[in-house]
């Protein structure tokens, strides 16, 4: 079974610039997840979907932070603009169930 | 809401030797979960052990396993015959509420000795 994709796996942009991350799924599972995962701390959720909708964007700071699920499939994640703090890496996750979420590889993205 | 703290952020083992991560935790719900993840360098989060809070076994998968305390609201890990590619950021997280967010630690860096 093929596992979480992501896309890209690294990035370095200025800040003020704005970045797209890409997310594939595992084939089925409803749930998908964004997380920020700043170096040395553990992940921090962004914004969790059930399919097409979004559950949870409670930690997303929405106005330079927007994702979207087309279909209920692949997601986006962007941040326009971009500010130094943001430079972190981005893991995507997806689930079948509540007790188990399946993580892709990250993007490391780095603001200068 | 869950808050989790790991409040060892480096470990070490010599090879084949056993360790323990420790990890508490607070919830205010009542069905959660509670998880290891293990990340290698290369930043993959891969699964190591599940325990369901409603079970009073401890979760057992390999050679790892959980001593689970309800009451105390601990979680610790114990990692056996250690292995050089058990050497990893190890996070404790917890999942509950309408979502079954996860919730994690900070980690603690596992270096494994030969």
């Known amino acids: 079974e093929a596992g979480v994709a992501q896309s890209p796996r690294y990035k370095i942009i200025e800040k003020r610039q704005s970045v797209a991350f890409w997310c594939n799924p595992i084939?089925?599972?409803?749930?998908l997840y964004w997380y920020q995962q700043i170096l040395g701390q553990g992940p921090k959720l962004l914004i969790q979907f059930q399919n097409n909708g979004v559950v949870d964007d409670s930690q997303l700071p929405k106005d330079r932070f927007s994702a979207e699920r087309l279909k209920g499939v692949d997601s986006t994640l962007k941040i326009q603009p971009a500010k130094l703090e943001d430079s972190a890496v981005y893991l995507c996750?997806?689930?079948?169930?509540?007790?188990?979420?399946?993580f892709g590889p990250g993007t490391r993205l780095t603001v200068t | 809401a869950q808050t989790v703290t790991q409040s060892q952020p480096e470990m070490s083992v010599q090879e084949a030797e056993t360790v323990t991560l420790s990890c508490t935790y607070d919830t205010s719900e009542s069905d959660y979960y509670l998880f290891w993840y293990k990340q290698p360098p290369s930043r993959q989060m891969i699964l190591v052990i599940r325990q369901e809070a409603y079970k009073q076994q401890n979760a057992t998968e390999n050679r790892f396993s959980v001593n689970f305390q309800k009451a105390a609201k601990s979680f610790s890990l114990k990692i056996s015959d250690s292995q050089l590619g058990d050497a990893a950021m190890y996070f404790c997280a917890g999942s509950g509420g309408s979502n079954y967010k996860l919730t994690f630690g900070k980690g603690t860096l596992l270096t494994v000795n030969p």
């Open positions: 996750a997806s689930s079948l169930t509540v007790y188990e979420q399946y």
């Open positions: 084939s089925g599972h409803a749930t």
